[in-house]
């Protein structure tokens, strides 16, 4: 069984769209997270939910809006897409606090 | 903001050399976790460390946390192509707005050719 499932796997779209990217987690876990990996392969934190509660929101364009209809799912609401938001976006979750995390497999957007 | 920087950025070698991938901050963490990332995939765990000097060891990897807990690295001995990734190290820490919270390195990209 997949611990951490997101969805898409691709998803290629045009500037300007909104686009979804949902993400679920069978593990129990308390703490989910969305992370951007940019080309370069760094991993920075966008969001974390806590009981459905935002808990970290790092400098994160307000176009990007996490939502979690509840424990299990923390899906990811992008608005008006832009060219830099091109980046592999990551689900994770975990016990919270520091500690570890479970990835998904991670959803690569390209926005043309 | 905690920053992690890890060294090298890239690292090719030849199947059964040894090799060591270092991380570094003027920060001191609680516990550092290595994960490693193959492509098209997230990032797994490897090890956590809380103990300033402490030493893990998993099969050829070994682990050491800095006596500070302010570095770590990672020794992989005989390495083989299946040890090819990226390797990230991020280390745990108190955030005053978000309470414990990890911060990732830059990551290791690790190929071993056979």
């Known amino acids: 069984d997949t611990a951490v499932s997101q969805t898409p796997k691709y998803l290629v779209t045009q500037m300007g769209n909104d686009k979804s990217i949902k993400c679920e987690q069978n593990l129990g876990h308390d703490t989910m997270y969305w992370y951007k990996q940019d080309s370069k392969k760094f991993l920075k934190i966008m969001f974390s939910?806590?009981?459905?509660?935002?808990?970290i929101n790092e400098t994160v364009p307000n176009r990007f809006s996490p939502k979690s209809p509840d424990k299990a799912h923390l899906n990811l609401h992008i608005n008006s897409l832009e060219l830099g938001d091109s980046a592999v976006y990551f689900c994770a979750s975990s016990q919270g606090g520091s500690s570890p995390l479970h990835f998904g497999n991670g959803t690569r957007l390209t926005v043309t | 903001t905690q920053l992690l920087e890890q060294s090298p950025q890239f690292l090719s070698i030849q199947e059964g050399e040894n090799l060591t991938v270092y991380c570094n901050s003027s920060?001191?963490?609680?516990?550092l976790q290595w994960y490693r990332q193959e492509p098209g995939e997230g990032p797994v765990l490897l090890v956590t460390?809380?103990?300033?000097?402490e030493v893990k060891k998993l099969k050829r990897l070994t682990f050491q946390f800095g006596d500070a807990r302010k570095d770590s690295s990672l020794h992989i001995t005989a390495a083989q192509p299946g040890d090819t990734g990226l390797y990230l190290c991020a280390g745990a820490s108190w955030n005053n707005n978000a309470g414990n919270m990890l911060t990732f390195g830059g990551g290791t990209r690790l190929m071993v050719k056979p």
């Open positions: 460390v809380v103990t300033g000097g």
């Open positions: 920060s001191v963490f609680s516990s």
């Open positions: 939910y806590n009981n459905k509660e935002l808990i």
